[in-house]
């Protein structure tokens, strides 16, 4: 999640000029905002999603049938006699009616340091970072990744994460307390074989 800053080289003197071509960063010019691999940013985490979804469909067929037997003279046997003048009648009907609605809200709010770990060759930041914090016998991690353009780098070295590229955003809880929201996996295979 995070990488070393490359090691600096021996800087050479060079008297009798204000420019140090060796130098890392030329401060008399310049901030300090994050362009190094190594360089920390700081992710101010602003997401807030909102997603729904609502269709429904109908479908219906109605038909009649009907049939009169006629009446036929010199019938051998009187074979068919019996059904001579019977009227058939059939009817039938097929109605469908179908609803569906979906809805999502995602709220998630927060700051988290990052760390450069690769300068792209357009000067885009490569970032990644992570936080643990463990209460008890519980462990929560954060952790954050994404390509940052430095021209939305604020001025106190801070991002939005609704500026960052391809980001990626976890959160994890381990102990007793996750465990006790997961289900176990006897029961999540006869949730996915149960047929009714």
Known sequence: MTVRPTPRQ???????AIYQPDAGRLVLYEDRRARFVGDTITILIQENTSASKKSSGNA??????SLTAPSVSGLPFNAFKGIQGVDVEANSKQSFSGKGDAASNNLFTGSLAVTVIEVLENGNLLVSGE????????????????????VYIQ??????????????????????????????????????????
């Open 10 to 16: 021996d800087v050479i003197a060079n008297a009798g």
């Open 60 to 65: 219906s067929r109605t038909g009649t049938t």
């Open 131 to 150: 936080k643990q914090v463990t209460i008890n016998q519980g462990t929560e991690f954060v952790r954050f990744s994404g390509v940052v353009n430095p």
């Open 155 to 196: 001025a106190d070295n801070t991002v939005s994460s609704t500026r960052v590229a391809d980001a990626r955003l976890e959160y994890r809880g381990t102990g007793y307390v996750s465990e006790a929201q997961t289900m176990g996996w006897l029961g999540r295979f006869f949730m996915s074989v149960w047929p009714f």
